[in-house]
């Protein structure tokens, strides 16, 4: 099994976050309620590096946030 392209329920990522929070360093973790996105996990470097690019940002909506950070991941 491949944990670092799992799409996570919130149950099974409570099983599992020590696991989950390891493999960020490799790749950022996504938590859905069915199909829905509801959180990520992800390396703090990467996160330091998003909140930079933000900050040079002007307003911006959560889709246009969660565009960008998909950018990160892929």
Known sequence: MEIFRIKWT???AQKQLPLII???SQEPQLFY???ELVA???DPELFQEF???RQKATKTSL???F???QHFWY
């Open 10 to 12: 919130l149950y099974e």
């Open 22 to 24: 390891n493999v960020t």
């Open 33 to 35: 309620t069915e199909e």
């Open 40 to 42: 990520a996990i992800l």
């Open 51 to 53: 909140l930079n690019g």
């Open 63 to 65: 889709a246009q946030v």
């Open 67 to 69: 565009k960008e950070l």
